[in-house]
């Protein structure tokens, strides 16, 4: 394939080299000495280059926009944890501190916030973009089950970072939340206090919850993307449904212009929404307190309103069959989907049922936003 980007900086051949070439080939600066010792341009060029299939625009974005929502998230919370105490008696008070205080805190605080919402989102639409495209048949079936692993790590990094302001929404979201767990059959009581550390939310949780979300997820976090990424490269993106005419075309410059737009409007939007709407935090959280209205957030409303509406005694579907069929359904979609075709009008039954389910979730949802309460009751 025709090279697209320019070659090396170095070029370590010193036959025909003038006495300057070959002083600078044995004595090369910081930049060529770097590539001669790491390889780091032969690795770019080849990303650069990687050959993109006829039809592939903006839908492919998401992905690097993601990543890079990540690599964001990742900065912030290590800015944030500077100033953050994981017990009872101060996690309130640093916030606030960190808030009212430390000078771009409440800046900070809102990207952190506001990316969290966002990475959701972006991954919902990566998702249903490899889901509706088909994405997810051979050779890619390895690539689809990590990307379910890393969807419920994210989801998982959004429930245990909830309760670390400690406030009184915090504490009762997490009350609800981890009630879930003893529905289980057999083992939820155990459950309960595993995830606890004790038969209710308190200091234990406050510190399980803690260490969870800034050493256990995101190390798997890591792996995981250097996993999804390694077996994208080797299996490349998937072209349209329907394949066009044409050759390849190198990501570099058409495919990462668009990305660079994405990934500008997609940062911009989560600062703009930082400076506008910095996070608020409730009164700290009382145990006591019997007149605070518990409520998720919002990525978790519907399976919340899917509970509501359960007769007593039958809780157990809205908290671990419906979600755990889903869930296994995601996993195993690759070969429950035994059509050839990406087509979706040849993929029927699962176009279908994943649109019964996509409704059902944002029914559910939107159910929960219209009976959300206003802030402080």
Do not use: C
């Amino acid at each position: 394939m025709k090279t697209l980007t320019p070659e090396r900086p170095v070029e370590t051949r010193t036959e025909d080299l003038t006495p300057e070439a070959e002083l600078r080939v044995a004595r090369p600066g910081l930049k060529d000495w770097l590539d001669l010792r790491l390889g780091w341009w032969g690795f770019v060029r080849k990303n650069l280059d990687e050959p993109m299939p006829p039809g592939v625009g903006w839908w492919q974005t998401l992905g690097n926009l993601l990543l890079t929502l990540l690599v964001f998230q990742f900065v912030t919370g290590v800015a944030l944890a500077m100033f953050y105490s994981p017990s009872p008696d101060h996690a309130h008070q640093s916030v606030k501190h960190l808030t009212e205080n430390v000078s771009f805190g409440s800046f900070v605080r809102g990207l952190h916030v506001w990316g969290s919402t966002a990475i959701v989102i972006v991954t919902v639409l990566h998702t249903l973009r490899v889901f509706f495209w088909g994405s997810y048949k051979k050779p890619r079936e390895l690539t689809w089950v990590v990307g379910v692993i890393i969807f419920n790590v994210i989801l998982a990094f959004s429930f245990t970072g909830y309760l670390l302001p400690w406030d009184q929404k915090a504490y009762w979201a997490t009350v609800v939340g981890t009630r879930i767990a003893a529905t289980v059959p057999f083992i939820g009581d155990s459950l309960l206090h595993l995830i606890r550390g004790g038969p209710e939310v308190g200091a234990l949780t406050l510190t399980r919850f803690y260490a969870i979300h800034i050493m256990l997820l995101p190390a798997a976090l890591v792996f995981l993307v250097a996993l999804h990424l390694y077996l994208v490269r080797r299996h490349h993106i998937a072209g349209p449904v329907m394949p066009q005419k044409g050759k390849p075309v190198a990501f570099y410059p058409t495919q990462l212009f668009k990305d660079a737009v994405v990934l500008l409007f997609g940062v911009g939007a989560v600062i703009a929404l930082a400076l506008a709407l910095p996070p608020g935090l409730e009164a700290i959280a009382d145990p006591t307190g019997t007149d605070f209205s518990p409520r998720p957030e919002w990525y978790f409303l519907g399976l919340y309103e899917l509970l509501k509406i359960m007769p007593p005694g039958w809780e157990v579907v809205a908290t671990v069959v419906v979600p755990g069929l889903v869930t296994i359904g995601m996993f195993f979609l690759p070969w429950l989907d035994r059509s050839e075709s990406r087509h979706p009008a040849r993929r029927q039954w699962v176009i279908v049922a994943g649109m019964l389910i996509i409704l059902m979730i944002g029914l559910m949802t939107l159910k929960g936003l219209l009976e959300t309460p206003p802030p402080g009751h």
